[in-house]
């Protein structure tokens, strides 16, 4: 018989458990009986008469899984960053809800495929909203009681931001476009606004940067692979009107007296690129350790891997989580998402 003895504090008396185990099949269950350390000589009960094959128990070893499954947990709060219930978050959505195509959508399928997400935005960061959508339906359908329009700014600018707290201060930022402009697209750049939240300023950038089919020439088709390969190559590693442009983006913030920055939208580039690496040398990538890193968010391209040309970006005094990209649309990007703790 295995007997381990627990010493407990109650009051000013101190007691004793005693801990007895034994593997002998005749035995019989035992039960904890505390007893004074004065009376020691009946430190255990036993619900039967004794038994003599008792006194050949054997040592029970500890159970590994038992201690892992004590000790994980443990190990897992300590590791994960805390979460206070006090923390303020942000749902954010960015949405490229356009498409190059006919038919063009319409009010009712935008937000359908908002609505589709399942996320109930604080923030929604809109792109390449149809000339038929009109910006103040979009927010009144969608809940939204603020709403900045970047057609009010510049009437090229089809980006907005919808807010459930006030929108202030709202601006433009304009970026690089080719000289080519082989696809009439509104002009490339930036609308920002500031939200105010438990006192905490957060700037809000809606981002649609220039398309690469903008540059190629007549003779060349995104459906051939070997002019894809070479824009690829070029994205990586060359500088090229999206990477001049995320460098104008990130001067333009650096201008601006507030500390908590979400920068998101149709980057029209893909992770690793050159831009994206410049942008990531600045902000935190709110996909950064999310499954849905290397998934897809524009449908539209001709080949079966989709490339992720929509992107959440945010201050690193800030984090994210749960970020996704959807799978529904009403155009030939698909919303992304995330969650942003601000404080």
């Excluded at 009439?184 to 606004?193: E, I, N, V, Y």
């Amino acid at each position: 018989m295995d007997t381990r003895c627990y010493r407990l504090q109650h009051g000013g008396e101190v007691h004793t458990l005693v801990w007895a185990l034994s593997c002998s099949e005749k035995s019989t269950p035992w039960t904890l009986s505390p007893v004074s350390e004065r009376n020691s000589e009946n430190r255990y009960k036993k619900n039967e008469p004794n038994n003599s094959n008792l006194s050949r128990g054997i040592h029970v070893r500890p159970d590994p899984l038992r201690i892992l499954s004590t000790i994980f947990p443990i190990l897992l709060m300590l590791l994960l960053p805390s979460d206070p219930s006090g923390a303020t978050h942000l749902k954010i959505i960015s949405f490229n809800a356009g498409t190059g195509k006919n038919p063009v959508p319409n009010l009712d399928h935008v937000i359908e495929a908002i609505q589709a997400t399942g996320v109930p935005a604080d923030v929604l960061l809109a792109q390449e909203i149809p000339w038929s959508v009109k910006h103040d339906d979009l927010a009144r359908k969608l809940g939204f009681k603020h709403f900045v329009s970047g057609l009010i700014l510049n009437p090229r600018c089809t980006r907005a931001i919808f807010s459930r707290t006030k929108l202030i201060d709202p601006f433009v930022i304009e970026t690089e476009r080719s000289p080519q402009k082989r696809i009439f697209t509104s002009a490339p750049g930036a609308l920002c606004a500031t939200t105010v939240i438990r006192e905490t300023h957060v700037l809000l950038c809606s981002v649609h940067l220039e398309t690469m089919r903008n540059e190629m020439s007549a003779d060349e088709s995104i459906d051939d692979t070997g002019v894809i390969f070479r824009y690829v190559q070029h994205e990586l590693f060359n500088q090229n009107i999206r990477s001049r442009s995320v460098g104008t983006i990130i001067e333009k913030m650096s201008e601006i007296a507030i500390n908590r920055v979400i920068i998101a939208g149709d980057f029209n580039t893909f992770p690793f690129s050159k831009a994206i690496r410049k942008m990531g040398s600045v902000y935190n990538d709110a996909f950064s350790f999310s499954t849905a890193f290397f998934k897809g968010s524009y449908i539209d391209f001709p080949f079966c891997i989709k490339p992720r040309l929509d992107h959440i970006f945010h201050s690193p005094n800030m984090s994210a989580r749960k970020s996704t990209v959807h799978d529904i649309t009403s155009g030939d990007h698909v919303p992304i998402s995330t969650i942003i703790r601000i404080d």
